[in-house]
């Protein structure tokens, strides 16, 4: 198990040094902060003092020898823009995006379970037909789109809803029911397929025969080995909405990781991109090793 | 089943069973039809209709949809120069088709061969390709996406290279799992004891097995690259205009949603009309091209679910 968990820490860490440096060098490339950070009329003295402070003045590779330093400090080096420690700009970002993600997983994953299996059930029955139709539609749609029109509907037309910010509690039903349609509607059909094929082995025969009630069969017997499958996609959901929330974070102005990494690179705010894309690696990571635990805890046939 | 020795009557044959399949499953059949117009759209709309997409009408602007008083083209309204959104859209599809298809090709030619080489040999290349997909997955695809395309000019090239790389992985997993599991098969061994080469193993016994799920994996993965590249077109970090994308297209309708609410809504009607339909033809697909499940459609279509 130990072996296992260092083993994965240890390709992720390589892989993620291999980002930084591509992030570090790609980003550079893209301009100097200067000319966005100074006005048009800023003297030759001021741009010179502006890139001394910042350390923009030293070649790439010593630049990149500096930050290395610092991390090794675990100091992340400051935000140009905010004028405050990268990291720290970062994770209060990356607060609001987690507890984003967990209250749509969490909704996502009990309403998909719930009503996947009751469609197992009765393949091919009316509800089944109902929802397998809401769930290939809710998979298909693009979130931004969903995010306008709701802001069109809810917020414009009927003004139940704020269109964007955070504050209330009303600032966060849009944007979580918006992020909620596509892993419910992909998650829903996995748990329908894998509750096709659980209901229709051998040990569920033999507890209907014994005349076992249709309920503990679906939620007792069934659901557990049905969960594998399900479990991946959820973890492949939820690192989604951990690192992609993006486009709803720019949409509905919340500001979390996403929308701080797309400010951070508009704005050529190195430290923060780098800082940004450490969190959210390190972030998927543990979810990976979250679901592959949670793999071993359901089928004890698994050990790592 | 049509028995005949010419290879055109098979061929016409095999057609046939095909339509046959696709007749049995209603939703199947919506969706092919709806692909078929919309890829005819990315074939022949910009030939014929990109002057007309593209003549800005000042007096029409935003002009609402359902009146025909100015033709037809302005059947669904007009956007804020006054540009007709129905040729719009059609030749918007060019772009929004030939970045996707490019990414999902792309990505399936690369991950499948790398899966047919980690499946089939137990060399040491094996594992450094499975370390090598492990790496690309534990990327957080979309800001990387983000980065890239911010750093390196955002044309249509680069776009589908990075649609493409982040969608390897998927391939390559796939592949490596179904060719581990057919290589221990009779027919390999059979073929193998019989003194076949690697190469004919491979592209003779093993690709044909495995290619219907690449297949079906493709079409779902085709819907999911659509949706990344109209998100990153809706950033304002995918195609630039005057290039046009349906996601493009949504967003530049954004800032007029209050009082022109069409100009985002058709083309995002055409994005969630078009993956739908893509969901629906993998889903038909993956029981038409299983030989245990394909008596459901063959059954008369009933039992489908």
Not at chain 2, 8 to 24: F, H, Q
Not at chain 2, 129 to 150: C, E, K
Not at chain 2, 260 to 280: D, K, V
Request: glycine residues 6%.
């Amino acid at each position: 198990m130990k072996r296992f968990i260092g083993k994965r820490a240890i390709a992720s860490a390589i892989s993620l040094v291999g980002l930084v440096i591509l992030v570090f060098f790609l980003s550079r490339l893209t301009g100097d902060p200067t000319d966005l950070y100074l006005p048009i009329d800023a003297t030759q003295e001021m741009r010179d003092r502006f890139r001394e402070l910042h350390g923009l003045n030293d070649p790439l590779i010593v630049q990149f020898g500096h930050y290395v330093a610092d991390l090794a400090r675990l100091d992340f080096v400051e935000s140009i823009r905010q004028a405050r420690p990268a990291m720290d700009v970062v994770l209060e970002g990356f607060r609001w995006t987690l507890t984003l993600a967990v209250i749509t997983m969490t909704l996502v994953t009990v309403a998909a379970i719930v009503i996947g299996s009751l469609a197992a059930f009765n393949v091919g029955g009316v509800f089944d037909r109902i929802t397998s139709f809401f769930s290939l539609i809710g998979a298909s749609a693009p979130d931004f789109w969903i995010a306008i029109v709701g802001i069109v509907i809810f917020s414009v037309q009927l003004r139940w809803l704020p269109t964007s910010g955070t504050g209330t509690m009303w600032h966060w039903i849009l944007p979580i029911s918006v992020l909620f349609i596509r892993p419910f509607g992909l998650i829903l059909q996995v748990v329908r397929g894998a509750m096709i094929t659980a209901l229709s082995s051998a040990y569920v025969k033999t507890a209907k025969a014994k005349g076992v009630p249709p309920r503990p069969i679906i939620f007792v017997h069934a659901l557990r080995n049905a969960m594998l499958p399900v479990i991946t996609v959820i973890g492949d959901q939820a690192a989604g909405i951990l690192n992609g929330a993006v486009v709803v974070e720019t949409i509905f102005g919340f500001p979390g990781i996403g929308k701080q990494m797309i400010d951070a690179i508009l704005q050529r705010d190195f430290a923060v991109i780098l800082a940004a894309i450490m969190v959210s690696a390190i972030a998927i990571f543990l979810m990976n090793l979250l679901i592959d635990l949670a793999y071993a805890l359901l089928d004890p046939r698994i050990r790592y | 089943m049509i028995q005949t020795n010419s290879s055109l009557a098979k061929e016409r044959g095999r057609l046939a069973t095909v339509l046959r399949l696709l007749w049995a499953d209603k939703f199947a059949c919506f969706a092919a039809l709806v692909l078929l117009t919309v890829v005819l759209c990315a074939v022949l709309g910009p030939i014929w209709l990109s002057d007309e997409a593209t003549r800005q009408n000042l007096r029409g602007r935003n002009a609402p949809p359902f009146e025909l008083e100015r033709g037809l083209m302005y059947i669904l309204g007009a956007d804020q120069l006054g540009r007709p959104l129905l040729p719009r859209m059609i030749v918007a599809a060019r772009n929004t088709m030939a970045v996707a298809a490019g990414a999902v090709i792309c990505s399936m030619v690369i991950g499948s061969a790398l899966g047919l080489v980690a499946g089939y040999t137990r060399s040491r290349w094996s594992q450094v390709i499975m370390r090598l997909g492990d790496v690309i997955m534990s990327f957080p695809s979309l800001l990387l996406a983000v980065i890239v395309l911010y750093m390196l000019e955002p044309s249509v090239a680069n776009i589908v290279l990075v649609l493409a790389i982040t969608r390897i992985p998927i391939y390559l997993r796939t592949t490596r799992a179904e060719v581990l599991e057919v290589r221990e098969r009779m027919f390999v061994q059979a073929a193998r004891v019989m003194g076949t080469s690697d190469r004919r193993i491979v592209f003779r016994h093993i690709l044909p097995v495995v290619m219907p799920t690449l297949i079906t994996i493709a079409t779902l993965d085709f819907a999911f690259v659509m949706l990344a590249e109209s998100s990153l077109s809706f950033l304002g970090i995918g195609i630039q205009p005057p290039e046009i994308t349906w996601g493009l297209m949504v967003s530049q309708g954004r800032p007029y949603l209050t009082n022109a609410w069409w100009l985002s809504f058709w083309p995002g009607l055409a994005i969630i009309l078009t993956t739908l339909s893509l969901n629906l033809l993998s889903a038909w697909m993956r029981i038409a091209l299983d030989p245990v499940q394909r008596w459901r459609l063959e059954m008369g279509g009933r039992k489908n679910g």
